[in-house]
């Protein structure tokens, strides 16, 4: 861990510095008197900060900006002052900790503790995706949610990426209370607890829908910064984010597969969704991603249809990760109850098969997954070289 003290108290840098340089992951410390200007942060992991009500508005803008810049960077706030509004406006801002003058080392210590813990737990990101549609993505994505919910009892947040409609939203008869225009421009600014109250959630569960509905085009508002910016900001508040997008090959959709850690390939057993399954491998291939990054599920499997599991596999020259059965009767009672299928129809073909898709996802080595490659993000130069104009 590489940290910087922030106090204009020259004694007070001394006794956090020390206590810095004991604990046995920190690598290097730096002390300043204020936030230097000409600074690298993106290869800091820790700043302790001093702050007190005088100076308090002009170090929290300065943190937020900082927070939105470099979003692995962590604070810990130091005070003399007892002051709740002081503190509830320091925590957030986005603050790890709030601890009070003189500092104990155990205190700071445990405080650093957490930003270990929230390192380990950066939410696992899982992208449903096909350039095909009506392929069954929103069922795939509510319904894996479930059964991973189900199995972990974690946080997870469905971010529906599919623009102008409401899938993931009807399918579980969730409604989230402020636009993502608000939440947007809040985001830096907003708690964990106020960013959940935000969203819609199903049920009695820790599961939270955040759609990204618009009356204009996706690529017109949602640039790759901007998708970065929030599948950033949920992996430092869920366990886990499952992702809904459309059937496009544009810049938004790979700004969302970039930022995914497994994409989930879906395909059905015909000719015309093999072919346009052989175009995304061909697109996977010339962004750069890992083999292992991407799994190829059918959905709607027929054992009597056009091409069986064999010959996917042959055509693809891809293993298929899993299936999932065409219980068409099943599913739309699930969609009408606003439910899902395993609530719905526990002992039925498709709730077990989404159960097995849930527990194969969750059997996956995450921290091996190719997810930080350098991609190449010109999508317009891609589709040229794969012939598409």
């Known amino acids: 861990m590489k940290a910087i003290i922030i106090d204009k108290n020259?004694?007070?840098?001394?006794?956090?510095?020390?206590?810095?340089?004991?604990?046995?992951?920190?690598?290097?410390?730096?002390?300043?008197?204020?936030?230097p200007k000409d600074f690298d942060y993106g290869e800091i992991d820790l700043v302790v900060f001093d702050i007190d009500s005088k100076n308090s508005k002009?170090?929290?803008?300065?943190?937020?900006?900082?927070?939105?810049?470099?979003?692995?960077?962590?604070?810990?706030?130091?005070?003399?002052?007892?002051?709740?509004?002081?503190?509830?406006?320091?925590?957030?801002?986005?603050?790890?900790?709030?601890?009070?003058?003189?500092?104990?080392?155990?205190?700071?210590?445990?405080?650093?503790?957490?930003?270990?813990?929230?390192?380990?737990?950066?939410a696992k990101t899982i992208c449903a995706f096909s350039n095909k549609g009506g392929i069954g993505k929103t069922s795939l994505i509510t319904n894996l949610a479930w059964e991973i919910y189900k199995k972990t009892n974690e946080k997870i947040c469905i971010l529906d990426l599919s623009f102008n409609s409401e899938d993931a939203s009807a399918f579980l008869n969730v409604k989230q209370k402020y636009n993502i225009d608000y939440i947007l421009s809040n985001l830096s600014s907003l708690n964990k607890e106020c960013f959940l109250s935000m969203l819609g959630k199903y049920k009695d569960s820790e599961i939270y829908v955040l759609e990204a509905q618009e009356e204009i085009l996706p690529e017109a508002k949602f640039s790759a910064q901007i998708i970065a910016k929030i599948i950033n900001s949920l992996?430092?508040?869920?366990?886990?984010?499952?992702?809904?997008?459309?059937?496009?090959?544009?810049?938004?959709?790979?700004?969302?597969?970039?930022?995914?850690?497994?994409?989930?390939?879906?395909?059905?057993?015909?000719?015309?969704?093999?072919?346009n399954c052989q175009k995304c491998y061909e697109l996977f291939d010339k962004i750069g991603y890992?083999?292992?990054?991407?799994?190829?599920?059918?959905?709607?499997?027929?054992?009597?249809?056009?091409?069986?599991?064999?010959?996917?596999?042959?055509t693809l020259n891809k293993k298929i990760f899993d299936t999932i059965p065409n219980n068409y009767?099943?599913?739309?009672?699930?969609?009408?109850?606003?439910?899902?299928?395993?609530?719905?129809?526990?002992?039925?073909?498709?709730?077990?098969?989404?159960?097995?898709?849930a527990q194969n996802v969750l059997d996956i080595d995450f921290t091996n997954l190719n997810s930080k490659a350098n991609y190449n993000h010109g999508i317009f130069n891609l589709l040229k070289r794969m012939g598409e104009e």
């Open 58 to 122: 002009e170090i929290l803008e300065k943190i937020q900006k900082l927070k939105s810049k470099y979003k692995n960077l962590n604070f810990i706030a130091l005070s003399y002052e007892i002051n709740s509004q002081l503190v509830n406006q320091t925590l957030s801002a986005g603050v790890l900790d709030f601890l009070l003058k003189p500092i104990l080392s155990s205190i700071l210590e445990a405080s650093i503790k957490k930003i270990n813990t929230n390192q380990e737990k950066k």
């Open 235 to 275: 992996k430092n508040m869920f366990d886990f984010i499952i992702i809904d997008t459309t059937s496009l090959i544009n810049e938004t959709n790979v700004a969302i597969l970039n930022n995914s850690d497994l994409i989930l390939l879906l395909a059905n057993t015909n000719s015309t969704s093999i072919k």
């Open 10 to 35: 020259e004694q007070s840098r001394e006794i956090v510095l020390n206590i810095l340089k004991n604990i046995e992951n920190t690598k290097e410390t730096h002390s300043f008197e204020n936030f």
């Open 290 to 314: 890992d083999s292992d990054k991407i799994k190829l599920v059918i959905n709607r499997f027929i054992d009597s249809a056009e091409f069986n599991l064999e010959q996917i596999e042959k």
């Open 329 to 357: 009767l099943t599913l739309i009672d699930a969609i009408n109850q606003a439910s899902n299928v395993e609530e719905v129809n526990p002992q039925s073909n498709i709730a077990k098969a989404y159960s097995r898709l």
